[in-house]
C-alpha cells in the first residue's frame, strides 16, 4: 500500500519565473547518470529540477539515489518515484540547489526556506554543486535584496542577538511562522534571524558561524559552485 498523500505531493504555490525554472530543471536532468547519488536543495527551482529527474529515470529506466535537504525535496521525490538515502549510507557524487542572491564571485545567501544547515552539510560532502538562479537573483553585492539568515538554538536567542549586533548587522527579525502561532522552526528544530548588514566582507560567514549558538547561516562565501541561469 502507497500513501497517497506523498505520491501526489506539488508545489504550494504560484511559482515565479516558472519556464525559465524549468528550463534549469531540464538542464539539471541532462546531468543525470546511472548509479549517480545527487544531494538536492529546496525551494521552487530544485522542485522543479527533481520532478525532471523524475520524468528522465521513468523514460530511461535510470538507477539513482537522492541525498535531500528538507521534507519537501524528500516529498518531492517520493511523488517523481526517486529513491532517497542519506549523508550517512552514501556520499553525494554531485548536488544542485537554487539561491536567494549570487554575486559576481558566486557567493550566495540561501536560507529562504530555513533549510540551510543541510543544505551547506550536503554542498560541503559533494565534490561537484550546482546553483540554478533565475536572472532576477543576480546582485551587484550580498545583501542588495535579501537579510543573511542565521540559524540557531532556541535557548541562544539573546546571545545570539547580542553578537550579531556587535557584528554589524542593523537590523534583526526573528523570522515568524505563515500557518501556525510563533517563530519558524528549521528542518533542524532551530529558530531563524534575519539579520541586514551594510556590508558582507569575506570573513562574515565565519564570523557568525563563531557565535555560541549558532548553527548555521545562509552564507555561502567562496563555496566552489557553478552557476547555471535562465531567463
Same mark, same amino acid.
Given at each position: 500500500?502507497?500513501?497517497?498523500?506523498?505520491?501526489?505531493?506539488?508545489?504550494?504555490?504560484?511559482?515565479?519565473?516558472?519556464?525559465?525554472?524549468?528550463?534549469?530543471?531540464?538542464?539539471?536532468?541532462? /546531468?543525470?547518470?546511472?548509479?549517480?547519488?545527487?544531494?538536492?536543495?529546496?525551494?521552487?527551482?530544485?522542485?522543479?529540477?527533481?520532478?525532471?529527474?523524475?520524468?528522465?529515470? /521513468?523514460?530511461? /529506466?535510470?538507477?539513482?539515489?537522492?541525498?535531500?535537504?528538507?521534507?519537501?525535496?524528500?516529498?518531492?521525490?517520493?511523488?517523481?518515484?526517486?529513491?532517497?538515502?542519506?549523508?550517512?549510507?552514501?556520499?553525494?557524487?554531485?548536488?544542485?540547489?537554487?539561491?536567494?542572491?549570487? %554575486?559576481?564571485?558566486?557567493?550566495?545567501?540561501?536560507?529562504?526556506?530555513?533549510?540551510?544547515?543541510?543544505?551547506?552539510?550536503?554542498?560541503?560532502?559533494?565534490?561537484?554543486?550546482?546553483?540554478?538562479?533565475?536572472?532576477?537573483?543576480?546582485?551587484?553585492?550580498?545583501?542588495?535584496?535579501?537579510?543573511?539568515?542565521?540559524?540557531?538554538?532556541?535557548?541562544?536567542?539573546?546571545?545570539?542577538?547580542?553578537?550579531?549586533?556587535?557584528?554589524?548587522?542593523?537590523?534583526?527579525?526573528?523570522?515568524?511562522?505563515?500557518?501556525?502561532?510563533?517563530?519558524?522552526?528549521?528542518?533542524?528544530?532551530?529558530?531563524?534571524?534575519?539579520?541586514?548588514?551594510?556590508?558582507?566582507? /569575506?570573513?562574515?560567514?565565519? %564570523?557568525?558561524?563563531?557565535?555560541?549558538?549558532?548553527?548555521?547561516?545562509?552564507?555561502?562565501?567562496?563555496?566552489?559552485?557553478?552557476?547555471?541561469?535562465?531567463?
Amino acid at each position: 500500500m502507497n500513501w497517497e498523500t506523498a505520491e501526489k505531493f506539488d508545489w504550494s504555490g504560484p511559482i515565479s519565473n516558472r519556464p525559465a525554472k524549468e528550463e534549469l530543471g531540464r538542464q539539471i536532468a541532462a /546531468k543525470v547518470e546511472d548509479g549517480d547519488v545527487i544531494g538536492a536543495g529546496s525551494g521552487s527551482t530544485s522542485y522543479l529540477a527533481i520532478r525532471a529527474i523524475g520524468e528522465r529515470i /521513468k523514460r530511461e /529506466k535510470l538507477h539513482i539515489s537522492v541525498i535531500c535537504t528538507s521534507h519537501e525535496a524528500t516529498m518531492a521525490c517520493t511523488a517523481a518515484g526517486i529513491p532517497v538515502t542519506t549523508l550517512l549510507r552514501s556520499c553525494p557524487d554531485w548536488c544542485f540547489d537554487g539561491a536567494d542572491e549570487v %554575486d559576481p564571485n558566486r557567493s550566495l545567501i540561501k536560507g529562504r526556506g530555513g533549510a540551510m544547515f543541510l543544505e551547506k552539510l550536503v554542498m560541503r560532502s559533494a565534490p561537484q554543486s550546482f546553483i540554478l538562479v533565475d536572472s532576477s537573483k543576480l546582485v551587484d553585492k550580498l545583501g542588495e535584496k535579501f537579510a543573511v539568515p542565521v540559524e540557531f538554538l532556541p535557548e541562544s536567542l539573546h546571545i545570539v542577538e547580542r553578537e550579531l549586533i556587535a557584528l554589524g548587522a542593523t537590523e534583526l527579525s526573528l523570522r515568524l511562522a505563515v500557518g501556525k502561532d510563533g517563530p519558524i522552526v528549521t528542518q533542524s528544530g532551530n529558530f531563524i534571524f534575519d539579520a541586514r548588514f551594510k556590508e558582507i566582507g /569575506k570573513s562574515m560567514e565565519r %564570523d557568525i558561524k563563531s557565535i555560541t549558538g549558532v548553527m548555521e547561516s545562509g552564507l555561502f562565501i567562496g563555496h566552489p559552485v557553478e552557476v547555471l541561469v535562465a531567463g
